[in-house]
């Protein structure tokens, strides 16, 4: 089983900063790997697929890098509405897995 | 528009069984794959099944294996999950979500759906 582990697991942060969260696979999953966003009594939201594709809609404020073992969500000057909870997940092979979550919190 | 909406959640007893639903609208259903994440009170995300677009194919995580069952009838539309066996555990709220390929990302979720079990 791929494990995705994540860090940090909280973070609380000043609009307009930069926000980095990592997720670090056991394994090479080359790049199948996406980050999700759930804010507060929502479902999830597709926010980056493959690594780093765009997806429509979402703010390009958002942006997803690595293959391989290690991946990085970036926030570029954090919104106050980008307050939630992201989660990395790896569709490499079966057991499908997700990280563990990184809670985002505005100051 | 796309819609996802869930039916079936509720309280159950250990040992029970639930069907969960979920009626899908805005999009060719039958086009794609579907998958069922959940997430326990407090707690992250957990893949649980993926079933292909006719039916012929399924996965599911080793916990659920054997008490679980994901179905679907494109003809109305609709994602089932039949939930046997229930444990304490299972207690979660479980999204129906949707999957253009077997392995691609989870493009667009339902609101979700509470299962608790709990004598």
């Known amino acids: 089983e791929i494990v995705l582990t994540q860090s940090p697991d909280f973070q609380s942060v000043t609009p307009k900063e930069k926000v980095t969260i990592t997720c670090r696979a056991n394994?090479?999953?080359?790049?199948?790997l996406h980050w999700y966003q759930q804010k507060p009594d929502q479902s999830p939201m597709l926010l980056i697929k493959?690594?780093?594709q765009s997806i429509s809609g979402v703010p390009s404020r958002f942006t997803g890098s690595g293959s391989g073992t290690d991946f990085t969500l970036t926030i570029n000057s954090l919104e106050a509405e980008d307050a939630a909870a992201y989660y990395c997940?790896?569709?490499?092979?079966?057991?499908?897995?997700f990280g563990g979550g990184t809670k985002v919190e505005i100051k | 528009e796309v819609q996802l909406v869930h039916s079936g959640g509720g309280l159950v007893q250990p040992g029970g069984s639930l069907r969960l639903s979920c009626a899908a609208s805005?999009?060719?259903?039958?086009?794609?794959?579907m998958t069922w994440v959940r997430q326990a009170p407090g707690k992250g995300l957990e893949w649980v099944a993926n079933?292909?677009?006719?039916?012929?194919?399924?996965y599911y995580v080793d916990s659920v294996k054997g008490r679980f069952t994901i179905s679907r009838d494109n003809a109305n539309n609709s994602l089932y999950l039949q939930m046997n066996s229930l444990r304490a555990e299972d207690t979660a709220v479980y999204y129906c979500?949707?999957?253009?390929?077997?392995?691609?990302?989870?493009?667009?979720w339902g609101q979700g759906t509470l299962v608790t079990v709990s004598s």
């Open positions: 979500a949707r999957v253009w390929w077997l392995q691609d990302p989870f493009d667009f």
């Open positions: 805005g999009f060719t259903f039958s086009a794609y794959w």
């Open positions: 079933i292909k677009q006719d039916g012929s194919e399924k």
């Open positions: 394994q090479s999953i080359g790049s199948s």
């Open positions: 997940h790896q569709s490499s092979s079966f057991p499908l897995t």
């Open positions: 493959y690594a780093s």
